[in-house]
């Protein structure tokens, strides 16, 4: 079993930056492709980006060349680098674990707001 934890959220500026990161306990870190998703407010859950176990990324249109996934399995963490925000980008922000065999996780959120 794995505990996701996430962190980084809060209130930005347009254009502004923001790093989210989400640890992960358990036995087991590597061998899970983790994802970001977001959830707005009268809004269904969408993925943001997603990284492979072996490191292949992939990303929603919307947040391409803007948001960066990655992961440092030696840390047990998964990262989401957040550039150029806008106000459309606001949202709760849930970290995803997923494994065939191992099953499938999910943080409790963190909230990011852009505003000025």
């Known amino acids: 079993q794995v505990q996701l934890v996430e962190s980084g959220g809060g209130l930005v500026q347009p254009g502004g930056s923001l790093r989210l990161s989400c640890a992960a306990s358990?036995?087991?870190?590597?061998?899970?492709?983790m994802a970001w998703y977001r959830q707005a407010p009268g809004k269904e859950r969408e993925l943001v980006a997603s990284i492979t176990s072996s490191g292949s990324t992939n990303s929603a249109d919307s947040v391409k060349g803007r948001f960066t996934i990655s992961r440092d399995n030696a840390k047990k963490t998964v990262y989401l680098q957040m550039n150029t925000l806008k106000p459309e980008d606001t949202a709760v922000y849930y970290c995803?674990?997923?494994?065939?065999?191992?099953?499938?996780?999910w943080g409790q959120g963190t909230q990011v707001t852009v505003s000025s």
């Open positions: 995803k674990a997923e494994h065939y065999h191992l099953g499938t996780y």
């Open positions: 358990g036995s087991f870190f590597a061998p899970y492709a």
